[in-house]
């Protein structure tokens, strides 16, 4: 089956020449440069391959490479996504917030065969050697700049497991955290991300003269869909940052590219708001939030400070984009986006996209058991449309929702019932100090265990966002009348003196 992807990038990136493509802190790409740079890398990555031995029980004939990218935002991201589907191999974004413990799950679950990641990044459990040069099979030449920029490449280990065959059709693959609690590996088609962008671009009125600030990691659905292809199917230009997205250094970004466009997680907009920066936002027309609820009192306040209005978007792992918010006014998700098919109903909302994932590739049967016969995909979200635009009003499933990422409190409160010490452990969904939604975990221990002590537990087997940010040491966990943890006295709980 002929790759979508490749054909399209190939045709877009031609077709805008030395318009800026992509920037970050260090570099910036006309459309023309990035497509050499990503040949060359490409020419690279297959030399790689062609230097693998896979000569075992896990390889088949015409397997396609797997490559992992591990890495945070930059051009050199980039450059190496484009290579990857250029040679023909399939990438796999996995979030760089992802420790070593669900790295390692990943590379298992997944057969990858390589990883492309930050030289300093621990990826000692997944590697058994970085590549080079004199490891490429290939006369490809650099002309003094490393085909992959400041990342590196590395082989990764082999696994005694039996990896998983790939649907013919897939072209990409990226991760959500599943109801496992293991990071599901979710199988897109070239077909279902090119209309992901194709439909995102047309429901929002994406042009040319864009310019997109993105602060969400591009291994994420809101960045991978708003600010990836979309961006280079138009023509516009995509902005990155380095480093954590403090207010200032928004403001500095938005600043040196006069950008168009604001994508971040609603985190962000709460620090601005705190910050109130009272400058810099001069050329924003859009700023767009996702992956948790924004509160309405931000929204409002934020706008107070720059003028600039917040467009909800509304999107599933899964699914793709579906809704937008056209006018900013803060009334709900806003409507579906063409080639989206959207029901609210008692039962929870379902959705059929055009931007639809096929499977989980390392988890048989759990996307498939979500579609039902009419190909609606069940969200795990409550909610209602009124007056056209979605509304939600809670969860149908037990995911917690912490900064656009989803996770499984029995998958904490497993971990936490490992430490040494520990009785009995519950997680589940808290405020912080800024009323911002957090995962907090109750914990019955013995004399010793400390807060401390179970942070550094997690944060063993854990990336770093699955941490609780609240950890309140009880005597016994509270419980209902029929013998199960008592969630309301639980969250009272955290607002009491504490004994420990």
């Not at 700049?145 to 065959?165: E, H, K, M």
């Not at 003028?307 to 006018?327: C, K, M, Q, S």
């Not at 040494?420 to 405020?431: H, I, K, N, Q, R």
């Amino acid at each position: 089956m002929r790759a979508v992807l490749p054909d399209l990038f190939t045709e877009v990136l031609a077709r805008h020449g030395d318009r800026v493509a992509v920037t970050d802190a260090g570099s910036s790409l006309g459309y023309a440069e990035l497509a050499d740079r990503a040949r060359t890398a490409a020419a690279r990555l297959a030399g790689y391959a062609d230097g693998l031995t896979r000569h075992d029980e896990h390889d088949e004939q015409g397997e396609r490479l797997r490559v992992g990218l591990y890495a945070t935002n930059s051009a050199d991201y980039v450059t190496a996504y484009l290579a990857t589907l250029f040679a023909g191999a399939v990438p796999f974004l996995a979030d760089s917030a992802f420790g070593p413990f669900d790295l390692s799950r990943i590379a298992e679950d997944c057969g990858l065969d390589l990883l492309i990641h930050a030289p300093g990044a621990d990826v000692r459990a997944v590697v058994d050697a970085t590549l080079t040069d004199a490891d490429a099979d290939t006369d490809a030449v650099t002309d003094g700049y490393g085909a992959f920029g400041g990342l590196a490449v590395s082989r990764v280990r082999r696994y005694d497991t039996p990896r998983p065959q790939l649907l013919d059709d897939t072209e990409v693959c990226r991760f959500t955290s599943g109801s496992t609690g293991r990071p599901n590996c979710i199988e897109f088609s070239g077909a279902a991300v090119s209309a992901a962008a194709a439909n995102w671009a047309e429901g929002t009125g994406l042009s040319a003269e864009d310019r997109i600030a993105c602060f969400a990691a591009l291994s994420n659905g809101l960045a991978f869909n708003t600010s990836l292809l979309a961006a280079f199917l138009q023509g516009a230009s995509l902005h990155l940052s380095h480093g954590l997205p403090t207010a200032s250094r928004v403001v500095r970004l938005l600043e040196s590219t006069a950008a168009t466009r604001l994508v971040a997680f609603p985190a962000l907009y709460e620090s601005i708001v705190r910050r109130a920066p009272a400058q810099g936002f001069a050329a924003v027309r859009t700023a767009i939030s996702s992956g948790a609820p924004l509160r309405e009192t931000v929204r409002e306040e934020f706008t107070r400070l720059t003028g600039v209005p917040i467009h909800n978007y509304y999107g599933v792992a899964e699914t793709g984009p579906l809704t937008y918010a056209a006018d900013g006014s803060g009334s709900g998700l806003g409507a579906p986006l063409p080639g989206v098919h959207l029901l609210a109903e008692e039962q929870g909302i379902r959705v059929r996209s055009e931007s639809m994932g096929s499977r989980y590739l390392n988890a048989p049967g759990v996307f498939e058991k979500r579609v039902d016969g009419e190909g609606y995909y069940h969200t795990g979200d409550q909610g209602h449309l009124r007056d056209g635009a979605l509304h939600l009003t809670g969860r149908t499933s037990r995911l917690v929702n912490v900064g656009g990422r989803k996770i499984d409190p029995i998958e904490i409160a497993d971990v936490l019932r490992t430490a040494p010490g520990v009785l009995d452990a519950v997680a589940f969904e808290a405020e912080n100090q800024h009323g911002e939604p957090t995962l907090a975990a109750v914990v019955a221990g013995e004399p010793g265990v400390t807060a401390q002590s179970l942070r550094v537990h997690c944060a063993a087997t854990l990336p770093a966002f699955k941490v609780p940010g609240i950890l309140r040491l009880v005597d016994r966990i509270p419980a209902n009348s029929i013998g199960k943890p008592s969630i309301e006295r639980l969250r009272r709980l955290l607002g009491e003196p504490r004994n420990h």
